[in-house]
Each structure stands twice: as structure tokens, then as C-alpha cells.
């Protein structure tokens, strides 16, 4: 069964700090891998896409990394800011034009 | 420019009332999506278009319908709403298969 899953569920950090976001998928094939931010109470926004010849991507302060072999993708965010705190969904696309395949996502809280 | 704009935000119906839920974009992109998000889920496709008076069935269509006269508007329809309909909503446009963008939601209670 095609799945996405993400680690950790929930994740407090405070600002300033970094840290590092997992998704692991079942997706095959695959065609493509996406990072969104989620806002509380917004719609998701994208942060990255990435096919499976790409290794690294980066969109600011956020470096999204893939490996298609062992089927594992990070998200890193730097020096975490307090506008950081949403929660950020690991999406697949698997066979070209089939449906999005979305994890359940981080929640990341950034504190003062 | 406003993207991709949903209304009602929030909307309560009583089982088996009808209600439609809007959408519209300003990008002039070909591609549109409606999908649901339930609490501590991920989000699911209900219905997609590619384009003006196409229209295809997501992951779970049922209990929906969609029609696509213009490019800019995608409407999604519910019939004899069920509790099981409690989400929220979103709606997405894509100019090619890559980045979707996304409205704000529309959240819907039936009780």
C-alpha cells in the first residue's frame, strides 16, 4: 500500500535552534516529493519539490534532502523562527498523474 | 492577485441538507482539486479537473459532485450531507502536474 509517514508527530524547539523534519514513503514509482508548510487555520503552501534525480533542495532557511534508494526525505530548518511554528507535510507523487500522496505532517512549535 | 479563493469559510449544515462549497482562481491555470482534510489526517482528493467542462474522480468522490464551466471556478456540491462530511475543505490550482497552490479552506460541520 502506497503510504507517507512523517517523524516526529509534534516537535518543540526554541528560536534560533535547528532541526530536522522525516518522511519515509512506500510510494512506487515514484515521480516526484514535496514539502508544504501549514499555517494554523490556512491552506498549505509549497516549500519544495523534488524528483527523484534530485538529492537537495533549499528554499530559504529550509533544505529539503532525498534519497529515492532507501526511500527517506528531510526537511531542515536554520535558525528557527517564531513564524516557523505550523505544521509541515511530506506529500509523494507516485506514478505520473496519479493522486498526491499526503503524510499526516510535523507539527513544529517554535518558542521564545 | 488573490490566487485561489474559497467561501464559505466556516458553514454548520443538518444531516441531509445541501450546500456548495465555492472556488475560484485568478491564475488562469488549467488544473483545479478539491480535497478533504479530517483532524490528524492527511489530506485526500475528492475530485479534480484539467481543465474547463473536465472533470475525474479523486481517492473519495462519494457523497460529491464537481462541475468545471470556466477556468476560473470549480465548485464542489453536497448532497444529503452526513456527519461522516465533517471536515475542512480545500481547493487547489496547478498550472502544469507540479506546484499546487492552495485557498484558505472552508470548514464544514454537519450535525
Not at chain 1, 519539490?49 to 527517506?72: H, P, V, W
Request: hydrophobic share 30%.
Amino acid at each position: 500500500k502506497n503510504q507517507v509517514e512523517q517523524s516526529p508527530q509534534s516537535l518543540i524547539i526554541l528560536e534560533g535552534k535547528n532541526c530536522t523534519l522525516q518522511c519515509n514513503y512506500t510510494v512506487s514509482p515514484f515521480s516526484n516529493l514535496r514539502w508544504y508548510k501549514q499555517d494554523t487555520g490556512r491552506g498549505p503552501v509549497s516549500l519544495t519539490i523534488m524528483t527523484f534525480s534530485e538529492n537537495t533542495k533549499s528554499n530559504g532557511r529550509y533544505t529539503a534532502t532525498l534519497d529515492a534508494d532507501t526511500k527517506q526525505s528531510s526537511l531542515h530548518i536554520t535558525a528557527s523562527q517564531l513564524s516557523d511554528s505550523a505544521s509541515y507535510i511530506c506529500v509523494v507523487e507516485g506514478q505520473a498523474g496519479t493522486a498526491l500522496i499526503f503524510g499526516k505532517g510535523t507539527t513544529l512549535s517554535v518558542s521564545s | 492577485n488573490a490566487g485561489v479563493t474559497q467561501t464559505p469559510k466556516f458553514r454548520i449544515l443538518k444531516i441531509g441538507q445541501s450546500m456548495t462549497l465555492q472556488c475560484t482562481q485568478d491564475m488562469n491555470h488549467n488544473y483545479m482539486y478539491w480535497y478533504r482534510q479530517d483532524p490528524g489526517m492527511g489530506l485526500k482528493l475528492i475530485y479534480y479537473s484539467v481543465g474547463a467542462g473536465i472533470t475525474d474522480k479523486g481517492e473519495v468522490p462519494n457523497g460529491y459532485n464537481v462541475s468545471r464551466s470556466t477556468t476560473e471556478d470549480f465548485p464542489l456540491r453536497l448532497e444529503l450531507a452526513a456527519p461522516s462530511q465533517t471536515s475542512v475543505y480545500f481547493c487547489a490550482a496547478a498550472q502544469g502536474r507540479y506546484e499546487q497552490y492552495f485557498g484558505p479552506g472552508t470548514r464544514l460541520t454537519v450535525t
